[in-house]
């Protein structure tokens, strides 16, 4: 019975080593679930600011894609409306009764007589009945004139360009910031 004594004591032991090990291997088995855990709650929570920043950068750059979409819809609508302007402008006073076109007549040869004495004055076809009675040597109708006058000295060396065309275009780039001003306050 001897030899069932220490089969028995090493069975025993064996156990008890086996038990050992194996709360050993439990033990840490746990320690590296919890370790696990611990490692996927920190890469959740890196993942989870960073997919929230990522969010946020998103919404931001649409917000201002779509912020400067609207403001070149709006400046190219005040483009629009300042275009109109302009020509409607322009033809309004291409469309001046004889009367008005007689009176802005006279303001251009009263403001060249300031450069140029007793100018020659190029006028539209049909337009150099408007410049009787002014102080201009001789009125020329010429057809590449729209609306308005082109005035030259007496030797042809000067001329000064009237038209209404060339006026509202230099009133206009002069004056832009304060159309725009009045037009959209």
Request: aromatic share 4%; with cysteine.
């Amino acid at each position: 019975m001897a030899l069932e004594n220490v089969v028995k004591d090493i069975m025993e032991a064996a156990e008890a080593q086996a038990a050992a090990l194996r709360s050993e291997g439990e033990a840490e088995a746990a320690k590296l679930l919890a370790e696990a855990d611990e490692s996927v709650s920190e890469l959740k929570e890196k993942e989870g600011k960073r997919l929230e920043e990522t969010i946020g950068r998103l919404h931001r750059q649409e917000l201002s894609s779509a912020e400067l979409e609207s403001k070149k819809i709006v400046l190219s609508k005040k483009k629009e409306i300042l275009d109109r302007s302009y020509e409607e402008t322009l033809a309004a006073l291409l469309a001046s009764d004889a009367k008005a076109k007689k009176k802005y007549y006279g303001m251009m040869v009263d403001a060249a007589k300031q450069v140029l004495e007793n100018p020659k004055a190029y006028c539209p076809p049909g337009e150099a009945k408007n410049l009787k009675g002014l102080d201009v040597s001789e009125a020329v109708e010429d057809p590449a004139i729209e609306g308005g006058l082109v005035l030259e000295s007496a030797d042809g060396s000067v001329q000064l360009d009237m038209q209404f065309g060339s006026i509202l275009r230099s009133v206009w780039e002069n004056e832009m910031k304060a159309l725009s001003d009045i037009l959209f306050g």
